[in-house]
């Protein structure tokens, strides 16, 4: 990302200052659309015609707040105030303990847990929600963590409590296969299996980093679903950090396990790896601490946020042949270089946030390497890039066990060549971002604690160009700019580090410095998002296969408890959830002849049951 403004070394080397740590207003910039510009057109299968990726679904049946869902366009001013939610400082108290109805926790949730983003193929996420007696129960262990990022507050409204698990895919299925000798692998495949089945070791470290930037993501994204959900009126409290590094682990071991016990989390679970990853206290909002977004504009945010996802294809460069015309020219446009100070502003915001190292510190921590692919030297920097990964891939399919790969039909060597795409970096600005242990360790951070800030920094700084890709959205455009989050290229590149003699994607740039790559993110500006395809992945059980578990219900992974039951939020006998969350703006896929996708737009739940207080407060 473009700098702020230098700093010279001697600012940098003096104590900040309470106002240094502040964080910084990031603000609009518009992107201009090109003179013609074009929108996905798709449509619904004729009948007998093949289906493809860029066909609409004939039908969804979910039970997931998302939805197919297309943008909404939002004013400048609209957009500039929406933009506060990329600068949020932690509350200082909270309010008096307020009821709050099911409905509005449902909508905070989906904009949380239910759709934060994560791998399409992992499930790692669960939630369980305390009413107002169970979270001064919980602020009493709270308070006796070590580590905490944030004093706990009196008078939270409820509590969430976020368990995470180990990144678990048949992409580390694949991996327990790579990286032995012929004849040796017959025990040491073996064995390596058993070492992640029993004590969760990662074949590569950067599938361990996954974990924790999912966790960071979350994070960020539950601070901000408190303020749009409420509409401005409450806001959270995350604690994360006394829940990262094993060392940290062990110290609150006590109290960790009081939580778990809290939440019913069994022996088989924790045995399974699932363990307390985040808590957030909620809570109403003191006076001059409420966030100044009136409710038409947050109906707009959250219908936003449920319809924003990675942007892989970017028009006239990676679209393949059998895409439509929109998908096949490039549009001419380019993201702004004032966006990306933006989007770098963000970035630190994050990261200084979710550390709580001054904001100086946080951006000499930070790696990133922006890669312009609109210059040569981009384009050269992007080639020799994708020619490692490509070696790295051609080096896996030489040397897997043939024992193992031939009995499932080459199952695993044709996974591993389809990866190839997924490696394939397409935008006007691509940034590898990543740290040094040994500086992160210089400054008395935590290795786990800094992982999941590049997550949350990589997050909100694509929200950036996302945000602005609605503002001032004409109306025969689907979106101005996106983002497509990546941990692939990092994923392949460790596999050449651990097994193949391979330097890091950042040894180059960030020479001397002993960096270590961890996500890869890519700024598109586009009028045209990507197939629905992609997202039917994702919502569609024919299109699942066995790689993809299908986004959640809120009954799949969230509990609350009730009358001293935990119980599964939105599940009513055999009724549970099919109500889009933010359904009312109404930004549902349609085709070119306006029809919509059978049961896309979902069925609201009771108004009854919306209506009622989850839990009574005297």
């Known amino acids: 990302m473009s700098a702020e403004p230098e700093v010279s070394s001697d600012v940098r080397r003096q104590p900040a200052d309470e106002g240094s740590r502040q964080q910084k207003p990031v603000e609009a910039v518009a992107i201009e659309p090109p003179a013609t510009p074009r929108r996905r057109m798709a449509r619904f299968a004729e009948p007998g015609e093949r289906k493809t990726r860029y066909s609409l679904p004939a039908e969804l049946d979910s039970a997931s707040p998302v939805g197919y869902r297309q943008r909404v366009a939002l004013s400048r001013a609209q957009a500039q105030k929406a933009l506060a939610l990329l600068s949020l400082e932690r509350p200082g108290g909270f309010g008096e303990v307020v009821a709050v109805p099911e409905g509005e926790l449902f909508e905070e949730c989906a904009l949380g847990v239910l759709s934060a983003r994560q791998s399409t193929n992992f499930r790692g996420h669960r939630q369980v929600t305390f009413g107002p007696e169970d979270s001064e129960r919980l602020g009493h262990l709270l308070r006796s963590l070590g580590h905490l990022d944030a004093p706990v507050l009196e008078g939270a409204s409820y509590t969430h409590v976020v368990l995470s ?52 993501i979350l994070a960020d994204a539950m601070e901000r679903a ?17 829940f990262c590094s094993e060392p940290r682990r062990r110290e609150n071991r006590p109290m960790l396990r009081a939580i778990e016990e809290m939440c019913g989390v069994s022996a088989a679970e924790r045995a399974q790896g699932w363990r307390v990853a985040l808590v957030a206290q909620v809570g109403q909002a003191v006076e001059g601490e409420e966030v100044d977004l009136d409710r038409d504009l947050c109906r707009k945010l959250g219908a936003n946020l449920m319809a924003f996802r990675s942007e892989r294809i970017q028009p006239g460069s990676n679209a393949d042949a059998s895409a439509p ?36 510190r946080a951006k000499e921590l930070m790696m990133l390497e922006r890669i312009d692919v609109l210059k040569p030297a981009g384009q050269a920097r992007i080639a020799e890039v994708q020619e490692g990964l490509n070696q790295v891939t051609d080096r896996v399919l030489a040397t897997l ?17 389809r990866g190839r795409k997924a490696f394939g970096l397409a935008g006007q600005r691509i940034y590898i971002g990543g740290l040094s242990r040994q500086e992160v360790a210089a400054q008395g951070l935590d290795w786990d604690q800094c ?50 003699g391979q330097e890091d994607l950042l040894a180059k740039t960030f020479e001397g410095r002993d960096p270590t790559s961890l996500l890869v993110w890519t700024l598109k500006a586009k009028t045209v998002a990507d197939p629905i395809g992609n997202e039917e992945q994702l919502m569609n059980p024919r299109r699942q296969g066995k790689l993809v578990d299908l986004r959640p219900g809120p009954h799949d992974i969230i509990k609350v408890k009730l009358d001293g039951e935990l119980r599964p939020m939105r599940k009513h006998g055999e009724k549970v959830n099919a109500e889009r969350a933010f359904g009312d703006v109404g930004n549902f896929v349609r085709d070119p002849q306006g029809r919509g996708i059978p049961g896309n737009q979902g069925a609201r739940w009771p108004e009854s049951w919306r209506a009622q207080v989850v839990w009574e407060v005297e």
């Open 226 to 242: 408190a303020v749009v959900a409420s509409c401005g009126r409450r806001r959270a409290q995350v604690f994360s950090a006394p």
């Open 401 to 417: 066990p043939k024992w193992a790969d031939l009995p499932v039909g080459r199952a695993f060597s044709r996974n591993a060549q």
């Open 165 to 216: 698990r180990p990144y678990r895919t048949p992409f580390t299925l694949l991996l327990t296969l790579i990286g032995h000798r012929p004849v040796q692998s017959l025990v040491t495949v073996p064995w390596r299996a058993l070492r992640k089945q029993v004590w969760h070791h990662d074949d590569i470290p950067s599938v361990g980093y996954l974990q924790q930037l999912h966790v960071g």
């Open 451 to 500: 992982v999941r800030a590049i997550g949350a920094s990589a997050s909100r700084s694509g929200l950036v160009a996302e945000l602005m890709g609605v503002m001032e959205l004409p109306p025969e455009c689907d979106l101005l700019a996106g983002l497509c989050l990546m941990a692939g290229p990092v994923n392949q590149n460790d596999i050449g580090k651990a097994f193949y």
């Open 325 to 360: 015309a929109e998908y096949q020219e490039d549009q001419g446009m380019e993201v702004p270089e004032a966006l990306t100070v933006m989007a770098g502003r963000a970035a630190y915001n994050a990261f200084a946030h979710w550390t709580g190292c001054e904001r100086e």
